[in-house]
Structures are given as structure tokens and as C-alpha cells.
């Protein structure tokens, strides 16, 4: 038997559910954010970040199934994402994060990662 994933310790797909529906009630209000998705997507929007979030810790693999590779500096390269639009990416998270009242373990993991990745994903800085 494969060992329990995170994906699994923090509840599995209904708590991946949650976190990705109330980051994205933030984001589309966020007049720095919302401009920057699909309009007419949103819904598509919210399952190809749900789907990419349950691969990565280790729940089912429909992202990839569905969307390749997931190469997300690429796919983020048509979006400016300087500094404001990374932290408002970032504040919507840990609303979202703060909102599953995880352990302080799974929280820190969880968001350990959601800041690492959030930067990883800036591709503007304030000279360029
Ligand atoms: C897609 C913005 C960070 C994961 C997108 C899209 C936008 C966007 C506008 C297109 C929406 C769509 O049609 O799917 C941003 C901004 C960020 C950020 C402003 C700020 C730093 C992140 C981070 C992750 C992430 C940190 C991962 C933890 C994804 C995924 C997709 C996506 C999985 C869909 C990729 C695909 O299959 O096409 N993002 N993003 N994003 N983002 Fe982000």
C-alpha cells in the first residue's frame, strides 16, 4: 500500500474544493486580480488550479490527463505578474488557506509551498 498522501491527511477532494472556491471568491473581486482571468472561464479556471493542487499533493492525476505537462512558468508568461499581483495572489490564498483550519503542520506545508510557488510565478520586476 503507497503511504497516505497530503492530499489524502487533510481530508482529499472536499477540502481541495474549499480552498479553491473561496481563493477564487477573493480573486474575482480583487480589482488587481480579476482582470487578468478568463471572463467567460471562471469555472474552468477554478478546476484547472483544483486539478493542479490535488495532483501535486497527491491525489488524483486529472490535471495532467487533461492539460499535459503542467510547465506553469510558461503557462503564466502571458499575464504580467509583478510584485502587487503576486501579493494579492498570495492574500487570497491565506484567506483561503486560513479558512480549513488545517493543523500547524499541514498549514505551514501548505503554505510553505503556496509562497514559494507564488514567486516563482512573478515574471515582472520594477526595473524592467
Ligand atoms: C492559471 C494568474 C500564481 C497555478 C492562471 C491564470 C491566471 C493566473 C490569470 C489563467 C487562468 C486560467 O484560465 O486557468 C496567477 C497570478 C499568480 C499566480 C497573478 C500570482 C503569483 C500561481 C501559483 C500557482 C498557480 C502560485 C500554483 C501553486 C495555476 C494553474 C493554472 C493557472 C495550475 C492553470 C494552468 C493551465 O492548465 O492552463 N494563473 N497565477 N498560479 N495558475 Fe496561476
Do not use: C, K
Amino acid at each position: 500500500p503507497s503511504a497516505r498522501t497530503f492530499y489524502d491527511e487533510v481530508g482529499g477532494a472536499p477540502v481541495f474544493e474549499r480552498l479553491v472556491a473561496r481563493f477564487y471568491a477573493g480573486v474575482r473581486s480583487d480589482p488587481v486580480l480579476a482582470p487578468l482571468y478568463p471572463q467567460d472561464d471562471w469555472e474552468g479556471a477554478e478546476w484547472r488550479l483544483r486539478a493542479f493542487l490535488t495532483q501535486y499533493w497527491g491525489g488524483p492525476t486529472t490535471y495532467s490527463e487533461q492539460r499535459g505537462h503542467p510547465r506553469l512558468r510558461m503557462r503564466h508568461a502571458p499575464f504580467a505578474i509583478g510584485a502587487a499581483q503576486r501579493d494579492a495572489w498570495l492574500s487570497h490564498m491565506r484567506a483561503a488557506v486560513d479558512s480549513l483550519e488545517l493543523s500547524p503542520e499541514q498549514d505551514a506545508t501548505l503554505w510553505g509551498y503556496m509562497e514559494m510557488a507564488a514567486r516563482s510565478m512573478q515574471n515582472r520586476w520594477p526595473d524592467d
